[in-house]
């Protein structure tokens, strides 16, 4: 009889084809109502995710979710995406985190939504994990309403200065601290 063999972690592949230029600048550059969204991934231990990927969907200002398809350039010779064209708002970012755990989104507040839905792909995860990043404590919310304070906190992003909000993201931790998750199943 053969010993089983060990449980591999799958990835991250993230780095190779997934990431592109200019996937947070989901605002049009120089666009005057832009607004910056930034944050840390961390683990379980606390520590830095410096290879996560996160994407983000959200509605326009004028609360439409259509956004604008094909802005992304691709180099006539190799076909290799050269990012966005900066200048059509997309509704939709992939960013990945640096050495230090650190992601930057740069987008316009979402009309009729006070959240921005996030995506995230780590590291030993099998499945990739959704939430969202609200900039208001909205009590409207039917989903912030339903949890308890300690919990709601877990999804609102802090406001550091205008038009600037920090939303770290915790895959684990204690249940206070631990960023919740939705369950689409």
């Known amino acids: 009889m053969t010993a089983p063999t060990p449980s591999q972690t799958v990835g991250p592949f993230y780095g190779y084809a997934l990431p592109f230029v200019g996937g947070g600048d989901v605002a049009p550059a120089g666009h005057a109502g832009a607004i910056t969204v930034h944050g840390y991934v961390y683990d379980g231990a606390g520590q830095p995710i410096p290879d996560a ?10 609360g439409s979710t259509t956004g604008a398809p094909g802005s992304l350039r691709r180099d006539a010779t190799t076909g290799a995406v050269i990012g966005r064209n900066g200048v059509d708002f997309t509704g939709f970012g992939r ?91």
């Open 53 to 62: 990927l996160l994407e983000f969907w959200q509605t326009g200002p004028d």
């Open 95 to 185: 960013v990945p985190t640096d050495a230090d755990g650190h992601y930057v989104l740069r987008t316009l507040p979402p009309g009729d939504s006070p959240y921005i839905s996030v995506c995230v792909f780590a590291r030993g995860l099998l499945h990739h994990l959704f939430t969202r990043a609200y900039l208001t404590d909205s009590a409207e919310d039917q989903l912030l309403a339903s949890l308890a304070p300690e919990r709601r906190a877990t999804l609102v992003a802090a406001c550091e200065r205008d038009r600037v909000y920090r939303f770290d993201i915790r895959l684990q931790g204690d249940s206070d601290e631990e960023t919740v998750f939705l369950d689409f199943g």
